[in-house]
């Protein structure tokens, strides 16, 4: 080492110590600081960066000590290479590269992250250098690479590095360099893949030789250097041409599938063939791939997964494993997209090969592993000519086999039930993590399973066939750790039998949509015999048999004389009992298989109405006499059995007749809700009629006020199922025929009426009164009146807290999770009044879909809301404000007619509108206030997460439902009524396109001004409010509404037009981190200064408000604006003023926090590389040769007719 002057050694002493004391956790905070400080000051001041640096970096230093010195060169080189004279470049690039040919110590010895800081050096003065400024870069790195292994290993690292910014991540701060760097790469790639090929043979060969010399440092060494050489390559095979990556007759996959075989480099060979079958492109760029299909590579690759599998069970082993999963089903990928599309691609001549080798894997126990060969299975199937291959078909028989297992749930890291147990804990931190992977496998599972039975139904019906007579004649097993001999939720039985019934409906399903030849009917009617056969008195095995019974049900219609069979099994199981339980007693698992018997009727009812409406009767007297015995049936039971009568008496096609049924189903629940009026009268005898103002009573049976309750949700909940399944014809004649007609319009639409209708318009006022209730009950006077048990009944219940919290509160490895658990009465208070309040606002909901113009056309409907639902809407949380925004007012608002717009739409907006924005201004002023306060601690409380979470939420509904009242979108009709309760929340999040228009009730409502002004200014607001996902539902539906307001001619002031651009800028500073949200926001902020500045002038006194905003630069911009180019096409013209928009806002756009305070990198432009100019074609003007004209205009016509023959 040369001499080093004094100040430069101690400025380096005093740099060690202080990273020292950065690592040290006993320091205090103060000191940790002033090292920090301390190392700070020296990145910035280059002469200590440079000669520290240097010196910190020598060999002989400690590790952590070079490391620092490396990152202060390094630093000096990312942020100070500008200010550096020629001279310092030069001085700088002349050491990094001595450092590279003998500052590190021995390839095995060195450190990995020195290495990797010694190659960013080079790396970055690559970026801003080379090729213009440094031309003999490549000859200087091959020099090095012949100077020993060590350096050979720093010069691949360099390359590994350079191609990953350039190409692979992009991440040069300059897309100049950028370019230039990837067209210099791209003009000496034969010459670096030359390099990079004759490493590999070269270092092989003397790795073989050291080898077998038991020369093991020097066999260690140029082990290295062939993993480092393949782990570059895995690098540039992503993207370069793939002519250098199939040279010399596809040497490097040679190679590859040779490396495969050597437990040294057979991981990185496996990434690198990864990365070339998974190359994106052309399909001529992307055919070579398809060589691996011959039988030397699939042999290959076959050989060293067996290989795998094994060897000892380790995590190295295992990676390896799945990355070849991952070539061969990334290989099957490629196939299916060139198979058919390319004229010259068919099938492999060893794809039958190919598909035995995937079948294997398939086969493994790692479910992560069978997962990666789904995911190729289901593009196989769908695939036109894959699915018509003869070698494809064949394996169609082990597949469903293979499959069939995979579905069974086990597996689970805690437990060791089979073999994929030992790679789960590999994959997954818990049984959560596994138990939400393995029920995603398996929904993939059977999606696939149902394209296969489309493709190959006989094949499939076969399987299942086979395979539920099996499992009938086998006898129940119910594991080691079973009470009373009956299964728990692992025990070998119920998962053999819980898989299987999920097969049975999904092959089912499908079968019979098939377009090819279909099973035999009369194998079905056998297997659905043999089902209803079937005796068992273990609850979840006659649970799963209830599955399959509903996806063999399809027989039935070939043969209707099985109905009754059916019929009756389905009745055994929705009575089932064991031995000494109670209506009260019964376990979970037989409340279970009791509630899927009545939910099986309701399926099949909803499914084959036609097929059981000739059973009708015969249903209608088993559930009545059920019903009537006060130990057999519960509540729930009932309705749901009810349900199902409805669904079937639709069949009916006639009003009067479904009607009076309805009403005799109604009878008991419309009874008491009748009355009760006195009780419904005021929240003090509502809260002693139910007992909140009681002390609890333990055990449930001696609660009087409990049997109340039961009272009210059955009532609830039957008026809700009459609602949802009551329906009209959908054809205009049956409906006609059948007495359903209630007007024609004179535009011609029909107008049908419920058969439900008589009997729930009487009932809806005391609906009316209940929700009034429910608001009122937060009134001060009455929470003061409940008792001290009852003190938390209002508050959410448990499981609706874990569910908006993401919490699992089950163990899903849990065997016995599904044994009754005791519900406190608290609990049941909870659950009384959140479901009720919840399924009363269904109902009003599902009034206007289903009871249609009758329902809104009642006199003073308006009034009772407003009064009802809206009344004292400040004293509840926001948790009670949810359904009523997203299961009421919805599907209301979304059903009505036109004609009711104005009676009833518009006052009931006229009152929600205004107080939603002023309850969310207040929510999200304090939640902001919170959120920057410092008082916000790591653990913060869980009621303040639960609280932040409700009011996105809440915010994200209501502009949801903005968005149904001003954009125009499906609307009420009168026929097909949807499902509201079973239908999803829409949560995609789309803005405005030009194809949306407004409604007519979204032009009512911006007409009116106190509606459209709360509306507009609370879509304003929630675009910088702290939700991103609020921001981008409003700002499509916020332009539209301004563009309307400004096309109409509204009086809209120079203030209020300035708040508009204010509040999009204030969201842009807000949100502006977030892609979407930005590209949302500048499409909006750009629309309104447009739209605005014609006749609002004063909006560019506030973009020139903005930091870094001149006038000069906006006269620019609006010259832009008023002048476009007419030679550019709309697309690049609309781009165009978007970039402008976007440069004068651009102080203002918000940064992530990450990105907030880093430090820019500037990279200079280097002069542009030569191109070879065009040859310039010479002008006619120019030319001296004839081109034609003398001829053209001469007299000599032969000339003529010979040029037009020509042509």
């Not at 008496?649 to 005799?664: A, D, L, R, T, Y």
């Amino acid at each position: 080492m040369a001499t080093v002057p004094q100040p430069v050694v101690d400025m380096a002493s005093r740099l060690a110590n202080a990273m020292n004391t950065t690592l040290d956790p006993m320091v205090s905070h103060s000191v940790r600081l002033e090292a920090y400080n301390l190392l700070e000051q020296a990145k910035e001041n280059l002469e200590v960066a440079v000669e520290c640096g240097f010196f910190m970096a020598h060999r002989d230093k400690e590790p952590v000590v070079r490391h620092l010195g490396l990152q202060l060169l390094e630093h000096a080189i990312k942020y100070k290479w500008n200010d550096l004279s020629v001279e310092q470049k030069v001085y700088i690039k002349e050491n990094v590269m001595r450092l590279v040919a003998e500052g590190s110590l021995d390839l095995l010895s060195e450190h990995l992250f020195v290495k990797d800081k010694v190659s960013r050096l080079v790396v970055e003065m690559i970026k801003r250098e080379w090729p213009q400024q440094w031309p003999g870069l490549l000859d200087e790195l091959h020099q090095l690479s012949r100077r020993g292994p060590t350096q050979t290993e720093l010069v691949l690292l360099v390359f590994l590095r350079i191609a990953e910014d350039v190409a692979t991540l992009q991440n040069l701060e300059s897309n100049q360099r950028r370019r230039d760097l990837y067209q210099a790469l791209a003009a000496n790639m034969e010459l670096i893949f030359g390099f990079f090929l004759g490493l590999l043979e070269e270092n092989f060969r003397e790795y073989e030789n050291d080898a077998r010399q038991d020369n093991k440092e020097a066999s260690q060494q140029h082990c290295r250097v062939v993993q480092v050489v393949l782990m570059t390559l895995a690098v540039f095979v992503e993207w370069v041409s793939v002519q250098h990556i199939f040279s010399q007759d596809a040497k490097l996959l040679k190679s590859l599938c040779v490396f495969l075989k050597h437990d040294s480099f057979k991981m990185e060979a496996s990434e690198c063939l990864l990365q070339i079958v998974s190359r994106k492109g052309k399909p001529e760029e992307r055919r070579p791939v398809l060589l691996l299909f011959h039988k030397e590579p699939i042999s290959a690759i076959f050989e060293a997964a067996v290989d795998a599998v094994n060897g000892p069970l380790s995590e190295g082993n295992y990676r390896f494993l799945k990355t070849l999963t991952q070539v061969l089903t990334v290989l099957g990928s490629q196939l299916c997209g060139l198979w058919g599309k390319e004229a010259d691609v068919t099938e492999p001549a060893n794809f039958n090969i190919y598909l035995k080798v995937i079948l294997t894997f398939s086969n493994h126990p790692s479910l992560t592993i069978y997962n990666y060969t789904n995911n190729l299975w289901g593009p196989m199937f769908r695939h036109e000519s894959i699915c018509e291959s003869e070698a494809f078909n064949s394996v169609i028989p082990s597949w469903i086999e293979i499959v069939s297992r995979k579905v069974i749930k086990h597996g689970y890291p805690s437990k060791n039930d089979s073999d994929s147990c030992q790679y789960s804990r590999f994959d997954f931190d818990s049984d959560e993590d596994y138990s939400q992977f393995f029920y995603k496998v398996r929904a993939e599972s059977l999606d696939v399973i149902k394209v296969a039975s489309v493709i190959a139904p006989v094949t499939m019906f076969s399987y299942v066939e086979r395979l539920l007579a099996q499992q009938i004649r086998k006898p129940i097993d119910p594991g080691p750790n079973a009470e009373k001999q009956l299964c728990n939720l692992f025990s070998p039985s119920f998962l053999e039998w819980d898989a299987l019934s999920q097969i049975v409906e999904s092959v089912m399903s499908r079968t019979v949509q098939s377009d090819r030849a279909k099973p035999n009917a009369e194998s079905g009617v056998q297997l659905l015999q043999q089902c209803l056969a079937y005796e068992t008195v273990d609850p979840l095995i006659l649970s799963t048999l209830l599955s399959c019974i509903s996806g063999l049900f399809v027989f039935v219609r070939t043969v209707p004389t099985m109905l009754m069979d059916v019929l009756n099994k389905i009745f055994s199981a929705l009575t089932f009992s064991l031995p000494g339980q109670t209506k009260d007693s019964r376990s979970r698992t037989v409340k279970n298989v009791r509630r899927h018997g009545c939910s099986l009727l309701v399926k099949i009812a909803r499914s084959y109405p036609d097929v059981l409406i000739n059973a009708f009767d015969f249903m209608n007297g088993v559930i009545e006499s059920l019903s009537h015995n006060p130990l057999e049936l519960s509540q729930m039971e009932k309705v749901t059995l009810s349900e199902a009568l409805i669904l079937i008496s639709n069949q009916h096609v006639n009003f009067e007749k479904q009607s009076n049924f309805i009403g005799k189903i109604l009878k008991p629940a419309s009874d008491f809700w009748l009355g009760v009026k006195q009780q419904f009268s005021s929240p003090l005898e509502f809260m002693s009629f139910v007992g909140l103002d009681k002390a609890p009573v333990e055990p449930s049976e001696n609660d009087v006020n409990g049997q109340n309750r039961a009272q009210i949700i059955f009532s609830v909940n039957l008026i809700l199922a009459i609602i949802k399944r009551s329906e009209y014809p959908s054809d205009t004649e049956h409906a006609e025929q059948g007495g359903f007609i209630l007007q024609r319009t004179e535009n011609g639409t029909v107008m049908c009426r419920n058969p439900a209708t008589p009997y729930i318009l009487p009932l809806l006022p005391q609906f009316f009164c209940l929700v009034r209730l429910f608001n009122t009950l937060w009134h001060q006077d009455a929470l003061m009146r409940v008792s001290t048990g009852y003190a938390k009944a209002h508050m959410l219940p448990e499981s609706e807290k874990n569910n908006i919290l993401g919490l699992n509160s089950v163990n899903p490895a849990d065997p016995y999770s599904d044994l009754p658990k005791v519900q406190h009465p608290l609990e049941r208070m909870q659950y009384f009044l959140s479901m009720v309040h919840d399924h009363s606002y269904h109902i009003l909901g599902n009034a206007g879909v289903s009871l249609g113009v009758e329902f809104y056309q009642q006199p003073h409907l308006a009034e009772y809301l407003i009064h009802s639902s809206f009344s004292n809407l400040h004293l509840i949380p926001d948790y009670r404000i949810r359904p009523i925004i997203r299961t009421f007012l919805k599907p209301f608002i979304q059903s009505c007619p036109a004609e009711f717009y104005k009676p009833v739409l518009l006052p009931v907006l006229n009152h929600l509108c205004p107080y939603m924005l002023e309850r969310l201004s207040g929510r999200w002023d304090h939640l902001t206030i919170v959120v920057e306060s410092d008082s916000q601690e790591e653990n913060q409380d869980v009621q303040e997460i639960l609280e932040d979470l409700l009011i996105r939420m809440l915010t994200r509904e209501y502009v949801d439902l903005l968005k149904a009242i001003i954009m125009s979108g499906q609307r009420g009709t009168t026929f097909d009524a949807p499902d509201i309760m079973e239908a999803d929340m829409e949560i995609a999040i789309s803005t405005s396109s030009n194809n949306e228009m407004l409604s007519e009730l979204g032009e009512l409502v911006l007409g009116c001004d106190t509606i459209c002004q709360s509306i507009i200014t609370t879509l304003l607001k929630t675009l910088w409010w702290q939700d991103s996902v609020a921001c981008l539902k409003s700002a499509g539906v916020v332009g539209l509404a301004l563009r309307w307001l400004s096309n109409e001619g509204q009086l809209l002031s120079p203030q209020a037009v300035n708040q508009v651009l204010m509040s999009i800028l204030q969201g842009l500073q807000r949100h502006g981190q977030h892609d979407a949200n930005q590209s949302a926001l500048l499409s909006l902020g750009l629309s309104v200064y447009e739209m605005f500045l014609p006749q609002f002038p004063t909006i560019r006194e506030v973009v020139l408000g903005l930091p870094g905003v001149t006038e000069e630069s906006v006269q620019k911009f609006e010259e832009r604006l008023s002048n476009p180019n007419p030679a550019m096409k709309t697309s690049k013209a609309e781009k165009a003023k978007k970039d402008g928009f976007r440069k004068l806002v651009s102080e203002i756009v918000g940064q992530n926090v990450g990105q907030a305070l880093k430090k820019e990198v500037h990279i200079k432009n280097l002069p542009p590389m030569f191109k070879a100019p065009r040859p310039k074609q010479p002008s006619l003007v120019e030319t001296d040769s004839d081109i034609g004209l003398s001829s053209l205009f001469g007299s000599d016509t032969n000339g003529l007719f010979s040029f037009s023959a020509s042509v």
